[in-house]
Nanobody, 122 residues
Framework: QVQLVESGGGLVQPGGSLRLSCSASGNFFSINAMGWYRQATGEERELVATITSGDITNYVDSVKGRFTISRDNAKKTVYLQMNSLKPEDTAVYYC????????????????WGQGTQVTVSS
C-alpha cells in the first residue's frame, strides 16, 4: 500500500506565489521519477513538470521560468514552487511518483495524489 499526500494549494492573486508539497508513504523501496500534473475545469489533465531520480527536470512551456520542481529524497517529498502565477494556472494539481515496490522481479507502481486546488484570482 502506497500513498501520496499533497498540500499547499489555495487562493492567490495574480503575480503571487505558492509552494506545493507531495509526500510519499507506504511499502516501497525507492522512488524513480516524480511529477506534477494539473487539470482545469473542462480540460484534460496536462503535465506541468517532472524530475528524475538524478534531478533532471522537465517543464511544460507555459510554466518555464515561473515554476520550479525539486525533491528531497530523504523526506520522500516532491515540491513545486510556483511564482508569477496567472489566472490560467488555476487548476487541480496532482502529484505522481514511480515507486519501486519489488526488486525481483523489478516492479514499479505509478501512484497519484488526491489533488490540491490552486486558484489564481483577484
Amino acid at each position: 500500500q502506497v500513498q501520496l499526500v499533497e498540500s499547499g494549494g489555495g487562493l492567490v492573486q495574480p503575480g503571487g506565489s505558492l509552494r506545493l508539497s507531495c509526500s510519499a508513504s507506504g511499502n516501497f523501496f525507492s522512488i524513480n521519477a516524480m511529477g506534477w500534473y494539473r487539470q482545469a475545469t473542462g480540460e484534460e489533465r496536462e503535465l506541468v513538470a517532472t524530475i528524475t531520480s538524478g534531478d533532471i527536470t522537465n517543464y511544460v512551456d507555459s510554466v518555464k521560468g515561473r515554476f520550479t520542481i525539486s525533491r528531497d529524497n530523504a523526506k520522500k517529498t516532491v515540491y513545486l514552487q510556483m511564482n508569477s502565477l496567472k489566472p490560467e494556472d488555476t487548476a487541480v494539481y496532482y502529484c505522481n511518483a514511480d515507486l519501486v515496490v519489488r526488486w525481483i522481479p523489478y516492479s514499479v507502481v505509478r501512484s497519484w495524489g488526491q489533488g490540491t486546488q490552486v486558484t489564481v484570482s483577484s
